[in-house]
């Protein structure tokens, strides 16, 4: 173990990039995988172990190819992007058992491997954009996750699959576009793509050049702002999550977003936010403003959605809005909101996903209403929907007040008492769609449709459990989530110009 530590950052990267090449040489959908299933468990393990290396012993510099930054290419962890290895990293290792009775119903045989080499392919791609320091290495890991993601939407057996993966391949090509504009202009400023060295080097760029360094931010926060699906960027998420596989949309949905919301978040504050004095320019105020926007028009449209995967797709619109609403506030509190929140929503989302799987895989449909009296056939699956259900309202009791209290708090602290009014609002709207699948799935006869319905295996339903658990437990017991972020954003803030 002594001989592999020092490794840990690049076998983060290379180990599922082999697991996906093994994968696509095999032909079987059960030896893809129980690949991927090892996999998948092996990663949370690394991550764990790079974090609390972080936490005790500082950041962690890791040189390719034995060339030294800034002339090669750096892994390099901190608390920051550690904090988000662990997160991508779990979810895949619980969601994984999830996915071999899932992906056997909806994907056809000869599809199934394929799936996973194209799972360990996206989750390659993930890792990698987190702990690369490097700006255009991480342009390369974003692609290679999003056109992994394109072929497991795509694969979906409806038919709008395909043209919803089209969607998010085009939308997908002009915010790479944006991001790669905005990183050329940064290496025509400071001659280095290494981001410790960009940021070290801003400053003169800023002194003599400032338009140039603003177009700069400009095309890398659009870039990533249709990446993360941010409001009004967001019109590829709903089909994509609605029509794709049910274990792809698990994934993507607790995972893809909250990774290019870190990206964001690494610009921001530790690269353009320690040269310049990036809460001067307008663009706190654009993103509060659209954050609001997020909040209150994709939950409106939430309200009225019937198929239960499309609405929590528009949930998921929302929900993104609390993250950069954090972001937006840039002070202590709404940030560390901001960040507890990526976690948080990553975990209610992907059970709320997860049981609306469990439910497509017993009863062949997620539409409202073919799913009366659902709770009554399926009571755990339900009972987990509820339990994450609160949470997206932000009940007291789970993880998601605590989301929101913080970033009450960080309204406060900006002065913005009106604030703490709209994030209370939004989520009363919450309450309405969330209530109308409960009112469906508890009050309600169960329909003929659903007659012989139950709760699925156990390899289904454990991760949901576990996922709905982890709701109520990290709305009590903080020290992994709010505690870790309120250290994080603590650091970031202290370092800003």
């Given at each position: 173990?002594?001989?592999?530590?020092p490794?840990?950052?690049?076998?983060?990267?290379?180990?599922?990039?082999?697991?996906?090449?093994?994968?696509?040489?095999?032909?079987?959908?059960?030896?893809?995988?129980?690949?991927?299933?090892?996999?998948?468990?092996?990663?949370?393990?690394?991550?764990v172990?790079?974090?609390?290396?972080?936490?005790?012993?500082?950041?962690?510099?890791?040189?390719?190819?034995?060339?030294?930054?800034?002339?090669?290419?750096?892994?390099?962890?901190?608390?920051?992007?550690?904090?988000?290895?662990?997160?991508?990293?779990?979810?895949?290792?619980?969601?994984?058992?999830?996915?071999?009775?899932?992906?056997?119903?909806?994907?056809?045989?000869?599809?199934?491997?394929?799936?996973?080499?194209?799972?360990?392919?996206?989750?390659?791609?993930?890792?990698?954009?987190?702990?690369?320091?490097?700006?255009?290495?991480?342009?390369?890991?974003?692609?290679?996750?999003?056109?992994?993601?394109?072929?497991?939407?795509?694969?979906?057996?409806?038919?709008?699959?395909?043209?919803?993966?089209?969607?998010?391949?085009?939308?997908?090509t002009?915010?790479?576009?944006?991001?790669?504009?905005?990183?050329g202009?940064?290496?025509?400023l400071?001659?280095?793509?290494?981001?410790?060295?960009?940021?070290?080097?801003?400053?003169?760029?800023?002194?003599?050049?400032?338009?140039a360094?603003?177009?700069?931010l400009?095309?890398?926060?659009?870039?990533?702002?249709?990446?993360?699906?941010?409001?009004?960027?967001?019109?590829w998420?709903?089909?994509a999550?609605?029509?794709?596989?049910?274990?792809?949309?698990?994934?993507?949905?607790?995972?893809?977003?909250?990774?290019?919301?870190?990206?964001?978040?690494?610009?921001y504050?530790?690269?353009?936010?320690?040269?310049?004095?990036?809460?001067?320019?307008?663009?706190?105020?654009?993103?509060?403003?659209?954050?609001?926007?997020?909040?209150?028009?994709?939950?409106?449209?939430?309200?009225?959605?019937?198929?239960?995967?499309?609405?929590?797709?528009?949930?998921?619109?929302?929900?993104?809005?609390?993250?950069?609403?954090?972001?937006?506030?840039?002070?202590?509190?709404?940030?560390?909101?901001?960040?507890?929140?990526i976690?948080?929503?990553?975990?209610?989302?992907?059970?709320l996903f997860?049981?609306?799987?469990?439910?497509?895989?017993?009863v062949?449909?997620?539409?409202?209403?073919?799913?009366?009296?659902?709770?009554?056939?399926?009571?755990?699956?339900?009972?987990?929907?509820?339990?994450?259900?609160?949470?997206?309202?932000?009940?007291?009791?789970?993880?998601?007040?605590?989301?929101?209290?913080?970033?009450?708090l960080?309204?406060?602290?900006?002065?913005?008492?009106?604030?703490?009014?709209?994030?209370?609002?939004?989520?009363?709207?919450?309450?309405?769609?969330?209530?109308?699948?409960?009112?469906?799935?508890?009050?309600?006869?169960?329909?003929?449709?659903?007659?012989?319905?139950?709760?699925?295996p156990?390899?289904?339903?454990?991760?949901?459990?576990?996922?709905?658990?982890a709701?109520?437990?990290?709305g009590?017991?903080?020290?992994?989530?709010?505690?870790?972020?309120?250290?994080?954003?603590?650091?970031?803030?202290?370092?800003?110009?």
């Amino acid at each position: 173990m002594t001989a592999v530590q020092p490794h840990l950052p690049v076998l983060q990267v290379v180990i599922p990039l082999l697991g996906a090449l093994l994968a696509g040489l095999l032909r079987r959908g059960t030896s893809g995988f129980a690949l991927a299933l090892a996999v998948s468990w092996l990663m949370p393990l690394i991550a764990v172990a790079l974090l609390c290396q972080v936490l005790t012993g500082g950041p962690i510099s890791y040189h390719l190819g034995g060339w030294p930054p800034p002339w090669g290419i750096e892994y390099r962890v901190d608390a920051l992007n550690g904090f988000v290895l662990v997160l991508v990293s779990t979810i895949g290792a619980v969601g994984m058992p999830f996915s071999y009775r899932s992906v056997a119903l909806e994907l056809e045989p000869r599809q199934q491997a394929w799936f996973y080499c194209m799972y360990l392919l996206c989750l390659t791609g993930l890792l990698g954009i987190t702990v690369t320091g490097d700006a255009f290495n991480a342009f390369v890991f974003l692609e290679i996750s999003s056109l992994s993601t394109y072929v497991m939407i795509a694969l979906g057996r409806d038919r709008r699959a395909l043209l919803s993966s089209y969607q998010y391949l085009i939308m997908g090509t002009i915010g790479a576009t944006f991001y790669i504009i905005g990183v050329g202009f940064i290496y025509l400023l400071t001659g280095s793509l290494n981001m410790v060295d960009i940021s070290a080097r801003l400053g003169a760029a800023w002194a003599s050049q400032p338009s140039a360094v603003i177009a700069a931010l400009a095309f890398v926060t659009v870039g990533l702002s249709l990446k993360l699906a941010l409001f009004p960027l967001h019109v590829w998420l709903p089909n994509a999550y609605a029509y794709a596989p049910s274990f792809t949309t698990v994934f993507l949905s607790a995972t893809a977003t909250k990774v290019t919301i870190y990206l964001l978040i690494r610009y921001y504050f530790t690269i353009f936010g320690v040269s310049i004095d990036f809460r001067a320019l307008p663009i706190t105020e654009v993103i509060v403003v659209l954050s609001l926007a997020a909040m209150f028009i994709a939950s409106l449209v939430a309200v009225f959605e019937q198929n239960v995967k499309r609405m929590l797709a528009y949930s998921s619109v929302a929900q993104i809005g609390y993250i950069t609403l954090g972001i937006g506030l840039a002070d202590q509190a709404g940030l560390t909101g901001g960040l507890v929140h990526i976690v948080n929503h990553a975990l209610m989302k992907a059970a709320l996903f997860m049981s609306m799987g469990a439910v497509f895989y017993r009863v062949g449909t997620v539409n409202l209403k073919d799913l009366a009296g659902i709770g009554r056939k399926m009571p755990i699956t339900m009972a987990a929907f509820t339990v994450a259900g609160f949470g997206l309202i932000g009940t007291p009791g789970t993880s998601g007040f605590i989301s929101k209290w913080y970033l009450a708090l960080g309204a406060f602290e900006r002065g913005w008492w009106w604030l703490v009014f709209l994030i209370v609002a939004s989520s009363l709207i919450a309450v309405v769609y969330v209530g109308r699948v409960l009112e469906v799935a508890w009050r309600r006869e169960p329909s003929p449709a659903i007659a012989e319905a139950s709760d699925p295996p156990l390899t289904m339903l454990v991760p949901i459990v576990l996922l709905a658990a982890a709701t109520v437990y990290f709305g009590f017991f903080t020290e992994w989530t709010a505690g870790v972020a309120g250290t994080v954003a603590k650091t970031l803030i202290g370092g800003l110009k």
